[in-house]
């Protein structure tokens, strides 16, 4: 009897110490997470354009409730969440106007930059507007510049971000491929024109992941997600041409940025 009282004893002791432990382990993950301070940076596919649920106070920077970079906020909590990518960012306009909130303290930052400054806007308004020729040179021109300058310009971004937030983790999110191939479209741009630019938005996902882990950031690959979503898939999360709202065209719609970009920030962040 004395022996089975000890026992008992003894495992109750033993549950009670793991069960301290266990709840100081899951109390300490739960603060950790609350602790967290998030700047989300960069351009209109982190502001949101195209999700509609615009920020009136953001003007034409475009952030939307619907981004992901408010989902993840909303979802996690975190103690501080700055939001200052804008519709239209190029490298520069990171650097010399969206890094305010970026200090010592800031262990979470999420940006995409580059297609701008790699002309995204021109060579979609091009492939549109003019001939398959036409539009396959100016994508050559673009893939020129990515190999050419663009890995100079996210240098500077990155660095900048690492002298201000050292200890921060950086999470930098790519663009998906806007067609389905072979998908339902039967009229627009044609099938050469879509294949290139779908080859040009992996080129760019290529040059900036490989900048992205240079600077040992990571890289979030968001093809996979939008796969099967892209315009002419028949569920498409991208907007194609708008004439009633250009600037919405080729941008992720609200199930774009909650199925598409917020999964791959969750998995990175």
Known sequence: MKMS???????????????ALTGAGVANAEDSAAAVDYVALGDSYSSGVGAGSYDSASGNCKRSTRAYPVLWAA??????????????ARTADVTAGQLGPVNSSTDLVSISIG?????????????????EST?????ATARSFVDSTLPGRLDSVYSAIS??????RVVVLG?????????SCLAGLSENERAAINSAADYLNAATAKRA????FTFGDVTSTFTNHEI??????????????????YHPTAAGQSGGYLPVFNSAA
């Open 5 to 19: 009282r000890l026992v008992a004893f003894s495992s109750s002791l033993l549950l009670g110490t793991v069960l």
């Open 75 to 88: 979802a996690n909590a975190p103690a501080s969440f700055s939001f200052t990518a804008c519709s239209g």
């Open 115 to 131: 297609g701008n400054d790699a002309g995204f806007a021109d060579v979609m308004t091009t492939c549109v507007l003019q001939s």
């Open 135 to 139: 539009c396959l040179s100016r994508i």
């Open 163 to 168: 002298a201000k937030a050292p200890a921060a």
């Open 175 to 183: 663009y998906p491929r806007f067609y389905k191939l072979g998908g």
């Open 213 to 216: 882990a240079d600077h040992g």
């Open 232 to 249: 002419c898939s028949g569920s498409a999360w991208l907007h194609s041409v708008n004439w009633l709202n250009i600037g919405e065209s």
